[in-house]
């Protein structure tokens, strides 16, 4: 995800560029709402042709060319002393505290803004005052200092609601959304949201169509917890089904470009590229240049993750034509070090590098130039020197960063070519001894070295399987929930697990949901590898029906995972060949209603209540293909407190052991569990795994073992 060095997320830089064009653009918007509020510097501003002509120039170069507009605001200061009026003078200082503003500088911004609001406060100026407020605000979010900024963010909140400025407080409560979001603090996102909805809520009750499209998009975007989600993208929607028509296309364009980020954020990067292409279009079709540039970038970005190279080179190549058409050569310089991060991220170096020079050349290009003598005559050379160095500084740290990589890469490839020729030798000595040897060796010699290198080749593929095992446990191990969380939400449960090898077919899995919990136990088809390549199967299935909504009833859930294994390992058509599958049990308690619902597939469970066992059959047939697939059964059934239901694989009862080297059997692990809960033992599972270790001895183990006892 290239140019994100502030923050972890796409949208949240998102957030950022959306603040900085909404905040400058809204600068024609503050004169006129100004004298709106300010009838008698109106007048006087209407009245002096040649103020406001200069005034409206100014304001349109603003962020065009701040140069020229720090020119254009010593002739406004000007005119101001000759005409001395307040109202003018006041606007001539306002207009050089914006030059100051665009300046990025700071400190002269904040003391120019803080000298002109004492005199709108004092001539009661509501509008100017709001404003200005809110440029004081922004000022001190430049300097990241955003304890000061939401000071000022709220002074001027307070005075838009004291006057019901409506046009302000929609403006006010979008800006301090995305200064909490700029922020970047993990509570800074709720309240970020908070602001988004007092916004969306005053423009629905204002019936501002605009403004809660504008609204919907931020929230669409910024989630509640500073991440759009599937749900909040449908806000977004919302937002493009209100634009859709206007002849303004910008807000529209930011919806667009707030779907391909989100669903970038999400992963989804099919329906991301989708918009990002719209973005592009519509660019295109209107003919703006410079984000026609940046929207191609946008859009071989996509191809780039998704792979498709050949596409990548193609918009590659527009966002470049594009950029050539840029006379400012901005553009130019943001697609070279945009396109030279993208191709790096694929593993193109080459044409990686082609850009970063052509970058490199650019900049240099523009370091040397003479933009900054217009500088001069306003007093802010030194200023200006020194945002140059800081470029110039990153420009050749970076440039260092490069050359290191490539030294990097080049001593790597040394080193990869010593060790190469190193091994070549090696294997030359060992094929010339291996010669010797054989010519001098009788046949016996040479039979022992093939049986040696037959058991060295063995020992190594059997550490190779065993270690592939062993990493397969850790995965099976993270997908089977962790027993202390049952064990919390049901206190006195207990669960014996034995796997047969390292990783087992049986399986266990919980998930509640308001006041149920569901609780399953399986027994996949084989044991080992095989069956936990199943197990793993079984328990995302379950999560995906439950936790998705597919389903809610015990039945309906089997039946849904019986109907996704099928198609997981495609068995629609292979008339019962193959018996791949799991026997499972699978309950639904309510806590609340103390009713547990049970379905099952050739596993039955016990509810053990007051020294009683009572056992409840599950339907004859696996979750998986067979010759006669009904549909699952569920039963219903009350329980009491401290009632234990019992949920289990037949590992336990199957075992082979005792002196007579017989089964387990039902009847005795039904003794031991109606034992074991009356006497309100402490270590049930425990006891379990004593009978099973002791009936064991020294026989194999036949089958994985799962018990599950849930005390209710």
């Given at each position: 995800?290239?140019?994100?060095?502030?923050?972890?997320?796409?949208?949240?830089?998102?957030?950022?560029?959306?603040?900085?064009?909404?905040?400058?653009?809204?600068?024609?918007?503050?004169?006129?709402?100004?004298?709106?509020?300010?009838?008698?510097?109106?007048?006087?501003?209407?009245?002096?042709?040649?103020?406001?002509?200069?005034?409206?120039?100014?304001?349109?170069?603003?962020?065009?060319?701040?140069?020229?507009?720090?020119?254009?605001?010593?002739?406004?200061?000007?005119?101001?002393?000759?005409?001395?009026?307040?109202?003018?003078?006041?606007?001539?200082?306002?207009?050089?505290?914006?030059?100051?503003?665009?300046?990025?500088?700071?400190?002269?911004?904040?003391?120019?803004?803080?000298?002109?609001?004492?005199?709108?406060?004092?001539?009661?100026?509501?509008?100017?005052?709001?404003?200005?407020?809110?440029?004081?605000?922004?000022?001190?979010?430049?300097?990241?200092?955003?304890?000061?900024?939401?000071?000022?963010?709220?002074?001027?909140?307070?005075?838009?609601?004291?006057?019901?400025?409506?046009?302000?407080?929609?403006?006010?409560?979008?800006?301090?959304?995305?200064?909490?979001?700029?922020?970047?603090?993990?509570?800074?996102?709720?309240?970020?949201?908070?602001?988004?909805?007092?916004?969306?809520?005053?423009?629905?009750?204002?019936?501002?169509?605009?403004?809660?499209?504008?609204?919907?998009?931020?929230?669409?975007?910024?989630?509640?917890?500073?991440?759009?989600?599937?749900?909040?993208?449908?806000?977004?929607?919302?937002?493009?089904?209100?634009?859709?028509?206007?002849?303004?296309?910008?807000?529209?364009?930011?919806?667009?470009?707030?779907?391909?980020?989100?669903?970038?954020?999400?992963?989804?990067?099919?329906?991301?590229?989708?918009?990002?292409?719209?973005?592009?279009?519509?660019?295109?079709?209107?003919?703006?240049?410079?984000?026609?540039?940046?929207?191609?970038?946008?859009?071989?970005?996509?191809?780039?993750?998704?792979?498709?190279?050949?596409?990548?080179?193609?918009?590659?190549?527009?966002?470049?034509?594009?950029?050539?058409?840029?006379?400012?050569?901005?553009?130019?310089?943001?697609?070279?070090?945009?396109?030279?991060?993208?191709?790096?991220?694929?593993?193109?170096?080459?044409?990686?590098?082609?850009?970063?020079?052509?970058?490199?050349?650019?900049?240099?290009?523009?370091?040397?130039?003479?933009?900054?003598?217009?500088?001069?005559?306003?007093?802010?050379?030194?200023?200006?020197?020194?945002?140059?160095?800081?470029?110039?500084?990153?420009?050749?740290?970076?440039?260092?960063?490069?050359?290191?990589?490539?030294?990097?890469?080049?001593?790597?490839?040394?080193?990869?070519?010593?060790?190469?020729?190193?091994?070549?030798?090696?294997?030359?000595?060992?094929?010339?001894?291996?010669?010797?040897?054989?010519?001098?060796?009788?046949?016996?010699?040479?039979?022992?070295?093939?049986?040696?290198?037959?058991?060295i080749v063995l020992e190594t593929k059997n550490k190779e399987i065993t270690d592939s095992i062993n990493y397969a446990l850790r995965i099976q191990s993270a997908l089977l929930p962790n027993p202390e969380d049952l064990f919390?939400?049901?206190?006195?449960?207990?669960?014996?697990?034995?796997?047969?090898?390292?990783?087992?077919?049986?399986?266990?899995?919980?998930?509640?949901?308001?006041?149920?919990?569901?609780?399953?136990?399986?027994?996949?088809?084989?044991?080992?590898?095989?069956?936990?390549?199943?197990?793993?199967?079984?328990?995302?299935?379950?999560?995906?029906?439950?936790?998705?909504?597919?389903?809610?009833?015990?039945?309906?859930?089997?039946?849904?995972?019986?109907?996704?294994?099928?198609?997981?390992?495609?068995?629609?058509?292979?008339?019962?060949?193959?018996?791949?599958?799991?026997?499972?049990?699978?309950?639904?308690?309510?806590?609340?209603?103390?009713?547990?619902?049970?379905?099952?597939?050739?596993?039955?469970?016990?509810?053990?209540?007051?020294?009683?066992?009572?056992?409840?059959?599950?339907?004859?047939?696996?979750?998986?293909?067979?010759?006669?697939?009904?549909?699952?059964?569920?039963?219903?059934?009350?329980?009491?407190?401290?009632?234990?239901?019992?949920?289990?694989?037949?590992?336990?009862?199957?075992?082979?052991?005792?002196?007579?080297?017989?089964?387990?059997?039902?009847?005795?692990?039904?003794?031991?569990?109606?034992?074991?809960?009356?006497?309100?033992?402490?270590?049930?599972?425990?006891?379990?795994?004593?009978?099973?270790?002791?009936?064991?001895?020294?026989?194999?183990?036949?089958?994985?073992?799962?018990?599950?006892?849930?005390?209710?």
């Amino acid at each position: 995800m290239p140019y994100i060095c502030l923050y972890k997320y796409r949208h949240v830089r998102h957030f950022l560029l959306i603040f900085l064009i909404l905040f400058t653009a809204g600068e024609s918007f503050s004169l006129s709402i100004s004298l709106k509020v300010e009838p008698e510097t109106s007048k006087i501003f209407l009245n002096s042709t040649e103020f406001k002509k200069n005034y409206d120039q100014g304001d349109e170069l603003l962020t065009i060319n701040p140069n020229k507009a720090y020119r254009i605001a010593l002739e406004l200061q000007r005119i101001a002393i000759k005409m001395d009026k307040i109202e003018i003078t006041f606007l001539a200082d306002y207009f050089l505290a914006k030059c100051y503003y665009h300046f990025n500088d700071a400190g002269k911004a904040l003391k120019a803004f803080a000298l002109i609001d004492r005199v709108a406060e004092k001539n009661n100026w509501i509008g100017a005052h709001i404003k200005i407020n809110t440029y004081l605000a922004s000022t001190f979010q430049m300097k990241r200092n955003f304890g000061m900024a939401d000071k000022y963010y709220k002074k001027a909140l307070a005075i838009a609601k004291k006057y019901n400025k409506t046009d302000y407080l929609l403006d006010l409560y979008e800006k301090i959304g995305y200064s909490q979001i700029i922020n970047a603090k993990k509570e800074s996102f709720a309240i970020g949201h908070k602001y988004f909805k007092e916004g969306l809520k005053l423009a629905e009750k204002l019936k501002d169509t605009l403004q809660i499209a504008i609204f919907y998009t931020r929230l669409g975007l910024l989630g509640k917890n500073g991440s759009p989600t599937d749900s909040t993208v449908g806000l977004i929607h919302k937002s493009i089904d209100l634009l859709k028509g206007r002849k303004d296309p910008r807000e529209l364009l930011l919806a667009y470009k707030s779907l391909g980020d989100a669903y970038y954020t999400l992963d989804k990067n099919d329906s991301s590229l989708f918009y990002y292409l719209e973005v592009y279009k519509i660019h295109k079709l209107n003919g703006h240049v410079r984000v026609s540039a940046v929207g191609a970038c946008d859009v071989a970005y996509m191809y780039g993750t998704i792979g498709n190279i050949d596409m990548l080179n193609k918009y590659a190549d527009s966002a470049v034509a594009y950029a050539k058409m840029d006379r400012t050569g901005e553009a130019r310089l943001y697609v070279n070090k945009w396109l030279a991060d993208i191709y790096k991220n694929v593993g193109k170096f080459e044409v990686s590098n082609k850009y970063f020079k052509q970058h490199s050349f650019l900049l240099d290009s523009i370091l040397k130039s003479g933009n900054a003598e217009a500088l001069v005559s306003a007093g802010l050379q030194s200023e200006f020197d020194g945002q140059l160095e800081v470029i110039r500084l990153n420009h050749l740290k970076e440039r260092e960063i490069r050359k290191k990589e490539k030294d990097h890469q080049a001593f790597l490839s040394r080193i990869y070519l010593f060790g190469f020729f190193i091994v070549l030798i090696f294997l030359i000595i060992i094929f010339r001894e291996f010669r010797i040897n054989r010519k001098q060796k009788i046949i016996i010699s040479q039979q022992h070295e093939d049986v040696s290198s037959q058991k060295i080749v063995l020992e190594t593929k059997n550490k190779e399987i065993t270690d592939s095992i062993n990493y397969a446990l850790r995965i099976q191990s993270a997908l089977l929930p962790n027993p202390e969380d049952l064990f919390k939400l049901l206190q006195g449960s207990f669960i014996y697990y034995a796997p047969k090898d390292i990783v087992s077919g049986d399986f266990y899995w919980f998930y509640k949901r308001n006041n149920h919990i569901y609780i399953a136990c399986g027994d996949c088809t084989g044991h080992g590898v095989p069956g936990a390549l199943m197990s793993v199967l079984g328990i995302n299935l379950l999560a995906d029906i439950i936790d998705g909504g597919k389903a809610d009833e015990p039945a309906k859930i089997l039946d849904a995972l019986r109907a996704g294994i099928i198609r997981s390992l495609n068995k629609d058509n292979n008339n019962g060949e193959y018996k791949d599958g799991m026997d499972i049990s699978l309950v639904k308690i309510d806590t609340h209603a103390h009713t547990c619902v049970f379905a099952g597939a050739n596993n039955p469970i016990y509810h053990i209540s007051n020294g009683n066992l009572v056992e409840y059959k599950a339907n004859a047939q696996p979750v998986g293909y067979s010759h006669k697939m009904e549909p699952f059964v569920q039963l219903e059934f009350k329980f009491q407190k401290n009632d234990h239901l019992v949920l289990f694989t037949d590992g336990f009862a199957d075992q082979f052991g005792g002196k007579s080297n017989k089964k387990f059997m039902y009847k005795k692990f039904k003794e031991i569990l109606v034992h074991s809960v009356s006497n309100n033992e402490a270590n049930i599972e425990a006891i379990l795994k004593k009978h099973f270790i002791d009936w064991k001895g020294q026989t194999e183990q036949v089958d994985d073992v799962c018990v599950l006892g849930i005390k209710l």
